[in-house]
């Protein structure tokens, strides 16, 4: 997810091509292993588990797929993820962090490396970049499940920093402290988001014209593609319209 929002919504709203939702399939499965493996496999006693299973069914995958990789945390004991961040810059000095979730740190910094390195980036040391965002708790929720001035309501009154409602979902940010807290008070009127998380949420954005903008993208989707790569957050300035548009080209 680049610019931390604008890139979450259209990733799970644009409707990729079978190989694309394939692999966002593969991911979320991932996520929902790893969550079920560190915690409950309730999803009602595990918040992790529970927002990777809204997620899932906020890009379709299937219930079937849902409780495989729930049940594969089990089959697969031996296997352990870990949660990796990676800072650095990629085209036009864009800051980037990414968040990966591997079996296999050496092979997943290799390529990330690659990555950044053919695109004329580079990885960064630790703290690189991150002064450059705050993280911050993120929901996303469907507009259709709820209106604008309704959620604006729920929001504040739950506690939220901030709520606001784009053309393809609204948006609650609340501090990482009471993420929680305004979660679990939100899903009592309404159980499934599209997403919903901690997030690197840049404190400034780079504009930069249609045609730079383009290529970061282009270098922001081939990251995103890495099997290893769960998130990617990125201090661009773009809009929903021209997001589309070049995702769309």
Known sequence: MAGHSHWAGIKHKKGRADKQRSKIFSKLSKEITVAAKLGSKDP???SRLRSAIQS????NMPKENIERAINKSEINKNINYNTLFYEGFGPEKVAIIVEALTDNKNRTVTNIRKIFQKF???LGESGAVAHQF?????????KKKISDNDILELAINNGAED???ENLYHEIITTKENFNKVKLNIEKKIK???SSGIEWMPINKVLLNEEKTKSVLNFLTILEDDDDVQHVYANLKIDNAKLQKALTA
């Open 134 to 142: 705050n993280q911050r708790g993120i929901i996303r929720i469907d």
């Open 163 to 165: 709520c606001s409602s």
């Open 192 to 194: 499934d988001f599209i």
């Open 120 to 122: 004329g980036g580079n």
């Open 56 to 59: 899932a069914r906020s890009s």
């Open 44 to 46: 009602s006693m595990n």
